[in-house]
């Protein structure tokens, strides 16, 4: 078995060989590197990596050892992202509204972990990001629902950051799908006519004249209690906060 010992004695790289299911073997590098001794036992910590060609595996080791030196290294995260979507979902959202922690869970649930989760979170890179996108955006996904599952990712892939798991967010070098605006065409005084005798009677017929004539959108609407309207002055107060 081939070994060498890398630069001031820090780390080493060496061949393995081992056999794979099908019986024939495969051969592969691995750089074994110190982190020093652990102040409990006294006993030296040591990690390794592997690469499949030992010029990969001397660069890797390079690295490590330079970020070692540079005060800059951080151990290898073992954590799927499907794992830490689910403790993000769980530990990190607790401030946020009932219905954002809804929301954020079904896009984690039916986009992001069946695509990525079983991926390592250190592992994550932006192309495989970007592919995801891509791919959302060819099955017929609109570009507000591929922005709407960013900005989840997004979120989390930060907190990861923010918690030392990962050194950047992959998803920042990643391009969206541009957003185009539909243009609102309003209707004429013949479909208005037509739209309030079909909403007559129906449970909802003030807040659909309300939202006709007001101009306020969905949300403004349905957050309207009485202490907003005010029917001897014939006005309507929205309170943005």
Known sequence: MAKRRAAAGTGSIRKKTR???SGKTYTYWEARYSLGFDPVTGK?????????TQKAAAQKLRSI?????????RE????????W???WLKEYLAHTKPLTQKTYAAQ???????????????????HTIQRFYNGLTASGRSPKTVKNI???????LQQAVSNGYIRINPTDACVLPRVERKQIKPMD????????KAIRGHPFEYLFVVSLFTGMRESEALGLTWDCVNLCCSTILINKQ
């Open 76 to 83: 290898p995260c073992e954590m799927t992202l499907g794992s």
């Open 108 to 126: 984690v649930k039916k986009h992001i972990k069946p695509a990525l989760g079983g991926i390592q979170l250190d592992k994550l890179d932006p």
């Open 65 to 73: 050892l330079a970020s070692i030196d540079t005060g800059t290294y």
């Open 189 to 196: 005084e013949y479909q208005i006519t037509a739209f309030l």
């Open 44 to 52: 030296q910590v040591q990690k390794s990596i592997t690469a499949p």
């Open 150 to 156: 960013n900005g989840v990712l997004h979120r989390a």
């Open 85 to 87: 979507m689910d403790s």
């Open 19 to 21: 056999p794979n299911p």
